[in-house]
């Protein structure tokens, strides 16, 4: 069993950064792939980026070049770092771990952008 505690989500102007983090109790998440998605008022949830138990990541064309998805299995945290926020980027922000043995979603932080 896994729980993910998302954090870091506020309130910024555009063209700020902020850096999310997701902290995982219960199990290591070296087991698992990692996913930050996000979800605005009236829109289906969306992939933002996601980093592979390897290292390996991939990003949603519409965040390439501006975030950063990394992890940190030692201390058990997903991060993604968003810099050059846009008003697009409003959403709750939510953290995802996934392997052959089940699946796991966070609650969410939310993420306001004004422009």
């Known amino acids: 069993q896994v729980q993910l505690v998302e954090s870091g989500g506020g309130l910024v102007q555009a063209g700020w950064s902020l850096r999310l983090s997701c902290a995982s109790s219960?199990?290591?998440?070296?087991?698992?792939?990692l996913t930050w998605y996000r979800q605005a008022p009236g829109n289906e949830r969306e992939f933002v980026a996601g980093?592979?138990?390897?290292?390996?990541?991939n990003y949603a064309d519409s965040v390439k070049g501006r975030f950063t998805v990394s992890r940190d299995d030692a201390k058990n945290t997903l991060y993604l770092q968003m810099n050059s926020l846009k008003a697009e980027d409003t959403a709750v922000y939510l953290c995802?771990?996934?392997?052959?043995?089940?699946?796991?979603w966070g609650r969410g932080t939310q993420v306001t952008v004004s422009s």
């Open positions: 995802y771990a996934s392997n052959v043995g089940g699946v796991y």
């Open positions: 980093v592979g138990r390897l290292g390996n990541t």
């Open positions: 219960g199990s290591t998440v070296s087991f698992y792939a």
